[in-house]
């Protein structure tokens, strides 16, 4: 189990990885800006590539040895972010969905909670995980599923979005589980 000093270099800010970590953040906006106007297609677009660049920092990361404690912080806010603002978008768009975004809401603050605690007792958070990986891209794809049967087809059923936001979050508490053993874990150690 990882347990070290966070540090940052300043070669940290410009690595492949963290570029697209940074991009995330970047069409938070855009989405955000489509979605209330209406242009799924756009907003779609946007989600879309910003899930791909997700499942690609920690990839290339890996691939390229760029992995950075500074990267290590970023993706999972950028995450955060991204998944607050579908939220609150996908929430003006079905009301309906306000229990089931609660739950994912409660994942990510506690995550984001978590994960200042490591930093203030200077332990580098862990990397994402497969199971933390693999809830983001259930989220995207249910998202960009809604989204681009609207835009495409005007097609609307509160039976798939339900389906597939109740399969979002038990995936995502599944993840939260998992996190919470190793946070837990980290903190043991540190202790010792």
Do not use: H
Request: glycine residues 4%.
């Amino acid at each position: 189990m990882e347990n070290n000093n966070w540090s940052f270099k300043p070669s940290d800010l410009y690595t492949i990885p963290n570029l697209l970590t940074y991009l995330r953040f970047i069409l938070v906006a855009p989405f955000m800006y489509f979605f209330l106007q209406q242009n799924y297609i756009a907003a779609a677009l946007c989600i879309g590539f910003s899930g791909l660049s997700d499942c690609f920092d920690g990839l290339l990361a890996r691939k390229l040895n760029q992995v950075t404690s500074l990267g290590k912080i970023l993706d999972p806010i950028a995450d955060k972010v991204t998944l607050f603002t579908v939220a609150l978008c996908m929430l003006i768009y079905i009301p309906s969905l306000l229990p089931l975004l609660a739950i994912l809401m409660f994942k990510e603050v506690t995550m984001l909670f978590c994960g200042m605690i490591l930093l203030i007792k200077k332990i580098t958070p862990p990397p994402a995980k497969w199971y933390g990986k693999f809830a983001t891209v259930v989220f995207y794809f249910s998202v960009v599923t809604i989204i681009f049967l609207k835009a495409v087809f005007n097609y609307e059923s509160p039976v798939l979005i339900i389906t597939l936001f109740v399969l979002t979050a038990v995936v995502m508490v599944f993840a939260l589980i998992k996190y919470a053993i190793i946070f837990f874990q980290l903190i043991k150690e540190k202790k010792k």
